[in-house]
């Protein structure tokens, strides 16, 4: 019987951090969530709300503050900080100068202080900074992810299962590429028990279905969401729980997200949205699907814009 507490650590406590840590608490996801941030203030009141609500929970968990260096008996580390607000027309890779820095000075205190458990890497650029936390740890590629184009692939599955009035778990259909405006969905590898689902929504909707339409939306909605709100939260929150319970249970489940690649699809040394069996270890696998012409050069562009930022890297 493993008794040992799975251990959770927050490292930014804005609204994805304290979201992902209310989710992580509401689905009892794990034993103990740390959270971390420059401001004391703020993240002592966040553990005290939070505590609150784990009162109600029919388990124990503790919550507590710490500085991210304390950190040698931490399972995984949530990385949600943030360089500053997106501005009007901007997009994510805008934010890639100011968080890279922060992440410059974490990391590396983080190793130095003993750290061996799974990085999860929730802020933007997410791809980039997956492959900056990668090469600033020095750990097995198994053990530094990003939640990457899982959100997204959610948001297709979500859509096609709204049109379909179907559940979206009866939807196997994937987002690859960046998390950002060069991903696409997968079309030549989408189903729905089997069948293409551009078929099953002809015959259910009596049109065929815009594929060039359907990937335009879903690949702005986090951007609509935050224009309207100012942030977005509780999605990337659900894609950061589904994330850690999938490993925490070493489900060998196929996640879209964003792994470094060591040959796979033809590329190396980058990090990029693709579907990945989770385990304890982290990942376990990267599958390799076999794309259509025009996906491959789809996926081909994505990582080279992924590899030109990564030069951007202070």
Same mark, same amino acid.
């Not at 999860?120 to 791809?127: E, G, M, R, S, Y």
């Not at 096609?160 to 259909?173: K, M, N, R, T, Y």
């Not at 950002?180 to 028990?193: A, E, I, K």
């Not at 049109?207 to 990337?236: H, P, S, W």
């Given at each position: 019987?493993?008794? *040992?507490?799975?251990?959770?650590?927050?490292?930014? &406590?804005?609204?994805?951090?304290?979201?992902?840590?209310?989710?992580?608490?509401n689905q009892n996801i794990c034993e103990e969530l740390i959270l971390v941030d420059l401001d004391k203030q703020r993240v002592e009141g966040h553990c005290q709300d939070?505590?609150?609500?784990?009162?109600?929970?029919?388990?124990?968990?503790?919550?507590?503050?710490?500085?991210?260096?304390?950190?040698?008996?931490?399972?995984?580390?949530?990385? &949600?900080?943030?360089?500053?607000?997106?501005?009007?027309?901007?997009?994510?890779?805008?934010?890639?100068?100011?968080? @890279?820095?922060?992440?410059?000075?974490?990391?590396?205190?983080?190793?130095?202080?003993?750290?061996?458990?799974?990085?999860?890497?929730?802020?933007?650029?997410?791809?980039?900074?997956?492959? !900056?936390?990668?090469?600033?740890?020095?750990?097995?590629?198994?053990?530094?992810?990003?939640?990457?184009?899982?959100?997204?692939?959610?948001?297709?599955?979500?859509?096609?299962?709204?049109?379909?009035?179907?559940?979206?778990?009866?939807?196997?259909?994937?987002?690859?590429?960046?998390?950002?405006?060069?991903?696409?969905?997968?079309?030549?590898?989408?189903?729905?028990?089997?069948?293409?689902?551009? !078929?099953?929504?002809?015959? *259910?909707?009596? =049109?065929?279905?815009?594929?060039?339409?359907?990937?335009? *939306?879903?690949?702005?909605?986090?951007?609509?969401?935050?224009?309207?709100?100012?942030? &977005?939260?509780?999605?990337?929150?659900?894609?950061?729980?589904?994330?850690?319970?999938?490993?925490?249970?070493?489900?060998?489940?196929?996640?879209?997200?964003?792994?470094?690649?060591?040959?796979?699809?033809?590329?190396?040394?980058?990090?990029?949205?693709?579907?990945?069996?989770?385990?304890?270890?982290?990942?376990?696998?990267?599958?390799?699907?076999?794309? @259509?012409?025009?996906?491959?050069?789809?996926?081909?562009?994505?990582?080279?814009?992924? =590899?030109?930022?990564? !030069?951007?890297?202070?």
């Open positions: 019987m493993n008794t *040992k507490a799975r251990k959770v650590m927050i490292i930014g &406590t804005g609204n994805v951090g304290v979201s992902a840590a209310y989710a992580l608490l939070l505590s609150d609500a784990a009162a109600y929970m029919p388990g124990m968990m503790k919550i507590s503050t710490r500085e991210a260096r304390e950190c040698a008996d931490v399972d995984i580390a949530v990385i &949600t900080v943030s360089g500053g607000a997106l501005k009007p027309g901007q997009s994510r890779l805008d934010e890639l100068t100011n968080t @890279a820095r922060i992440v410059a000075k974490i990391v590396p205190d983080m190793m130095s202080n003993g750290f061996k458990g799974i990085f999860l890497i929730a802020t933007n650029p997410c791809d980039i900074i997956t492959w !900056q936390v990668w090469k600033l740890s020095g750990l097995p590629r198994s053990q530094v992810i990003g939640t990457g184009v899982w959100l997204d692939t959610t948001r297709l599955r979500r859509a096609l299962a709204e049109a379909l009035d179907i559940g979206a778990q009866s939807i196997d259909a994937f987002i690859l590429g960046e998390h950002g405006d060069t991903q696409f969905p997968v079309w030549s590898h989408s189903s729905v028990y089997g069948s293409p689902v551009a !078929q099953v929504y002809q015959r *259910k909707v009596g =049109k065929n279905l815009d594929m060039t339409g359907l990937a335009e *939306k879903v690949r702005k909605q986090g951007f609509e969401i935050y224009a309207r709100k100012g942030c &977005t939260e509780y999605g990337i929150a659900g894609t950061i729980a589904e994330i850690c319970r999938n490993i925490f249970t070493g489900s060998h489940r196929a996640l879209a997200i964003s792994c470094i690649l060591d040959g796979e699809y033809g590329e190396t040394d980058v990090a990029v949205g693709v579907p990945a069996v989770l385990a304890q270890s982290g990942v376990q696998q990267v599958i390799e699907l076999q794309l @259509a012409a025009d996906e491959q050069q789809k996926f081909a562009h994505s990582v080279a814009v992924i =590899k030109a930022n990564i !030069q951007r890297l202070p």
